[in-house]
Every structure is written in C-alpha cells, then in structure tokens.
C-alpha cells in the first residue's frame, strides 16, 4: 500500500511535466499535420493550375493554328488564364453574398 502512495507521489510531481510534454507532443503532431495538410492542398492548387493552362494552350492552338510560334503567345495564354481566374473569384464572390 505504500508502495502505491509513493508511486502516486512521484506521478503528482511529474505530473505538470508530464502534462506539459504530452501537449508538446500532440502540438508538434497537429503542426506536422496541418504543414502536410498544406503541402497537400498546395500540390493540387499547383496541379489545378497546370491543367488550366494546358486546357487554355490546347484551345488557343486549335483555334489559332500556328499561334505558339508568335512572340505575344505567352502573353495571351497569361491573359487568358488571368481572365478565367478573374471570372471564378468574382463568382465566388457573388455566391458568398447570396
């Protein structure tokens, strides 16, 4: 029985210490989780993007054929993109104020 009170003694006194470790440990585990978390959703914004441009680039060649060759190319897909962008953002912002 005295054992057991020792025992009690100890855990009290590490208590705060063990309290203070084990929110440590789960805080570094929500961080990890919230940076992966990112990371993924970074990855798809990335991948998102990549394919509107390839959906923009593939459109612009089959309407304009040859058009990849002009020096304003890049410019145009940039606008074009810049546009669609433009057009999403202000829908979201119409829906949010609906």
Do not use: C, G
Request: proline content about 2%; charged content about 35%; aromatic content about 6%.
């Amino acid at each position: 029985m005295f054992e057991n009170l020792k025992i009690k003694e100890k855990l009290r006194k590490l208590s705060p210490k063990f309290a203070w470790l084990s929110f440590t440990k789960k805080q570094r585990l929500t961080d990890n989780d919230l940076l992966e978390s990112l990371k993924n959703q970074e990855i798809k914004t990335i991948s998102d993007e990549q394919r509107l441009e390839a959906m923009v680039r593939h459109q612009l060649i089959e309407e304009f054929p040859n058009i990849e060759n002009t020096s304003s190319y890049e410019l145009l897909v940039d606008a074009v993109i810049h546009n669609i962008k433009s057009k999403q953002l202000q829908a979201m912002d119409d829906a949010d104020k609906d």
